[in-house]
């Protein structure tokens, strides 16, 4: 059977740790003579990830090793959703949904949450926009509050990479992202008592 991107990692064992690191494409040069900065802020932003699994026997850690062969190195693509992120820190209720097309940069505006709510996000707080091969994953950077309209403005990081589908839904609850490995190097060692180590690093797949 063909194997089709994304992939979705085995659920279990979770994580031992995670690590889940913004990069920016910012240009700092300094004059030699008044140390004087002059910084470019380019588009760029994207997600790092690096991943340690537990100590696993070989049934559970074979699973693990098919997904990351299956990957062929930087070449296929997978969901990931940091463990973190499974429960918001805000109210997060309602159905929430993107509110207007045509939407670009830092803040988007969102409608369907439920009405005059303190916090019903928190910064913080991962939300995913957009599914299949499609879908960013994006932190609050500011609290947020809906209206008695039910609508609320989110200030996130990355800024939009793409203007959002008007009305498409708002993720909350193990929000993900799509993600590459950093290298074509794939690696794992067994232990004496048979246990299998395995960790990989990612980065987000523009």
Request: proline residues 7%; charged residues 15%; aromatic residues 8%.
């Amino acid at each position: 059977m063909a194997i089709t991107y994304p992939l979705t990692p085995p659920a279990a064992p979770e994580a031992r740790s995670v690590s889940l690191n913004p990069m920016v494409a910012v240009a700092v040069s300094s004059s030699p003579f008044t140390y004087q900065r002059q910084v470019q802020e380019h588009q760029g932003q994207k997600w790092a990830l690096s991943v340690e699994l537990p100590p696993m026997v070989r049934a559970d850690a074979e699973e693990w090793i098919a997904f990351l062969l299956s990957l062929n190195g930087q070449a296929g693509t997978f969901y990931y959703s940091p463990p973190t992120a499974r429960t918001p820190r805000g109210v997060a209720t309602g159905a929430p949904a993107v509110s207007g097309a045509a939407q670009t940069g830092q803040d988007l505006v969102t409608d369907g949450w439920t009405a005059g709510v303190t916090g019903i996000l928190l910064k913080g707080d991962l939300i995913q926009l957009g599914t299949g091969s499609d879908v960013h994953l994006h932190k609050l950077l500011e609290d947020a509050d809906s209206d008695v309209g039910g609508n609320a403005t989110l200030t996130l990081w990355p800024n939009l990479r793409e203007s959002p589908v008007d009305s498409s839904a708002i993720v909350v609850s193990s929000p993900k992202g799509l993600f590459a490995l950093m290298s074509n190097e794939m690696t794992w060692d067994i232990n004496v008592a048979h246990h299998y180590g395995i960790g990989f690093a990612a980065v987000e797949a523009l």
